[in-house]
């Protein structure tokens, strides 16, 4: 049975950074793209980063781009999303979501994808 656990979410001042991890479980990541998503109170859900199946690949948000750092390792089914720099309005929950791709190496956050964590709190707030 496919899952996604994540973790490393918590409480940290602005300027801080936080890594978040997302431990895949009765599947093989190989196959997969990966995306992180948030949602923060009282707004949609929004698309954060993406990575392809190899890792070769990865898209940001304009709002986190050169303070976020999205990687995998696949030996260990585990996705990473390294946030630096954080600021209040990074304030979310965050998700981190699978799509099998079974074509070009490449990931997009504009896609439905197929199974989704159930999401680690950030909070950004001095």
């Known amino acids: 049975q496919l899952q996604l656990v994540e973790s490393g979410g918590g409480l940290v001042q602005p300027g801080g950074s936080l890594r978040l991890s997302c431990a895949a479980s009765?599947?093989?990541?190989?196959?997969?793209?990966i995306g992180w998503f948030r949602q923060a109170p009282g707004k949609e859900r929004e698309g954060v980063s993406c990575i392809s199946r190899s890792g070769g690949r990865t898209n940001y948000a304009d709002s986190v781009k050169g303070r976020f750092t999205i990687s995998r390792d696949n030996a260990k089914r585990t996705v990473y999303l390294q946030m630096n720099s954080l600021k209040p309005e990074d304030t979310a929950v965050y998700y981190c979501?699978?799509?099998?791709?079974?074509?070009?190496?490449?990931?997009?956050?504009?896609?439905?994808?197929?199974?989704w964590g159930q999401g680690t709190q950030v909070i950004v707030s001095s």
């Open positions: 009765g599947f093989t990541l190989d196959y997969y793209a």
């Open positions: 979501a699978v799509v099998r791709f079974t074509g070009q190496d490449m990931c997009t956050m504009t896609i439905p994808y197929d199974s």
